[in-house]
């Protein structure tokens, strides 16, 4: 058996764990991560497949399967959470999957995602006008608001409510961090029926007073009859505004760290859409937000070497992936002019990141504008990653400008 033997809270392993996938791969094209309990796939080529393979799943097996699996009852205090995960595309399979999928697929088409592009723009900009001084924290000051008024726009949801959206998202989210504690459960569970009583509430506003937005498109699906239901509703809602925000915003900060790191030219970078294009996926290859996700062997299962029962989870590691040189040239260099190849930093199949077209547009928008405006933006000091794996992103992202340049 390839044991691999590393904490994911290692400071070193949590500022760079790409050393650590280079070894997982060296091991083996599956190794047990002796911490997490489970095999995880390190290759391009097992994460690529595994994600478009039917006989694995995101679902938790039902529940006689899991009697039968001798698996324990998740506990009580969990119940409010597990509910919300359980009425949400991205822990269900067809046929589930495929009606709350495809309610929310139309809005996020790239067509569609294009129209909100002069939003983002005025707001990318409005966020630089707002600097003052000749220091800010780009991850509080521009990488957190762009996405999260995004979202909240094409929602429909209140501006005013962010921050209080924001809390509740950071407290959910936690539940998937490597080392959970009973504390951080309880306030996952506090901020699920806080988020879920203040969506109930607005759902109830917005029925009386529709617009343009995806919240009222899906208020009009729960209405058709039994395409959504009410918990249903509230909870892709809850899942798009958490989904649609904390990715987006490590995105964006570890992109502004890596062009400035590696003195690429902005100039270069987004000269042109299909340029800027490029470059925002070489960026989310060369660090992404999600380091990890999980599937569960629906079907007793063997791939390659390693046999797998069902009920079995493995874990699908797409930062490591996104560096694996049978795949990429040199793929510790960030290269703009890099051939276009796919990376698996949006997941693959059926689970494909729904939000993929609005994240490359906030990336391509709002780096374009950041570097136009402030071409002589450095660093100030070394930014550090949050200990917060799976999640790969920033504490902070302190930088210098000249203020004369906006
Ligand atoms: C750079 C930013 C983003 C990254 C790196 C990212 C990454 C991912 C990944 C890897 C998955 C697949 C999970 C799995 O296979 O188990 C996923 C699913 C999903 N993402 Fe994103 N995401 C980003 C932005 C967004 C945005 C802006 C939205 C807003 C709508 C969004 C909404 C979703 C939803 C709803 C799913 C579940 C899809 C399904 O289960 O069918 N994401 N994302």
């Given at each position: 058996m390839s044991l691999f033997r590393q904490s994911p809270r290692d400071p070193e392993f949590v500022q760079n764990p790409y050393p650590a996938y280079q070894r997982m791969r060296d091991l083996g094209r599956a190794v047990f991560w002796e911490e997490y309990g489970f095999w995880c796939f390190p290759h391009f080529h097992e994460v690529h497949a595994l994600l478009r393979d039917r006989r694995f799943g995101r679902e938790v097996l039902h529940v006689a399967a899991r009697k039968e699996l001798g698996w324990t009852p998740e506990p009580e205090h969990l119940a409010p959470f597990s509910a919300f995960e359980a009425a949400t595309m991205l822990e269900r399979e067809p046929p589930v999957h495929t009606r709350l999928r495809g309610l929310v697929n139309r809005a996020f088409t790239a067509r569609a995602t294009d129209r909100v592009e002069p939003?983002?723009?005025?707001?990318?900009?409005?966020?630089?006008?707002?600097?003052?001084?000749?220091?800010?924290?780009?991850?509080?000051?521009?990488?957190?608001?762009?996405?999260?008024?995004?979202?909240?726009?094409?929602?429909?949801?209140?501006?005013?409510r962010t921050d209080d959206m924001l809390g509740w998202s950071h407290a959910m989210v936690a539940m998937y961090q490597f080392g959970r504690d009973r504390a951080t459960e309880e306030a996952a569970v506090a901020a699920t029926l806080e988020f879920s009583a203040f969506v109930e509430d607005y759902i109830a506003t917005r029925r009386r007073n529709p617009g343009d937005d995806l919240l009222s498109h899906l208020i009009a699906a729960e209405e058709d009859g039994d395409r959504l239901s009410t918990q249903e509703l509230v909870a892709t809602c809850i899942l798009l505004m958490n989904a649609g925000h904390e990715a987006t915003v490590h995105a964006m900060g570890n992109a502004i760290k890596t062009l400035l790191e590696t003195g690429v030219a902005a100039g270069d970078a987004f000269e042109c859409a299909a340029r800027a294009k490029r470059t925002v996926d070489e960026l989310l290859r060369f660090d992404p937000p999600l380091h990890m996700f999980t599937r569960f062997a629906l079907q007793d299962v063997r791939v390659g070497d390693v046999s797998l029962n069902k009920g079995d989870r493995v874990g699908l590691l797409l930062g490591a992936a996104?560096?694996?040189?049978?795949?990429?040239?040199?793929?510790?260099?960030?290269?703009?002019?890099?051939?276009?190849?796919?990376?698996?930093?949006?997941?693959?199949?059926?689970?494909?990141?729904?939000?993929?077209?609005?994240?490359?547009?906030?990336?391509?928008?709002?780096?374009?504008?950041?570097?136009?405006?402030?071409?002589?933006?450095?660093?100030?000091g070394t930014p550090r990653y949050a200990d917060t794996y799976h999640f790969h992103g920033l504490e902070a992202l302190q930088v210098r400008f000249n203020s004369g340049a906006c």
């Open positions: 939003y983002v723009r005025a707001l990318a900009n409005r966020m630089i006008d707002e600097f003052t001084g000749d220091e800010t924290d780009l991850l509080k000051t521009f990488c957190t608001p762009i996405p999260v008024y995004t979202i909240a726009h094409l929602l429909g949801m209140p501006a005013e996104n560096r694996d040189p049978a795949r990429y040239d040199a793929p510790d260099r960030f290269a703009i002019d890099r051939e276009a190849l796919t990376h698996t930093s949006f997941g693959g199949g059926i689970h494909f990141c729904v939000g993929a077209p609005l994240a490359r547009l906030e990336l391509a928008v709002a780096l374009s504008a950041l570097f136009e405006r402030l071409p002589g933006l450095a660093l100030s």
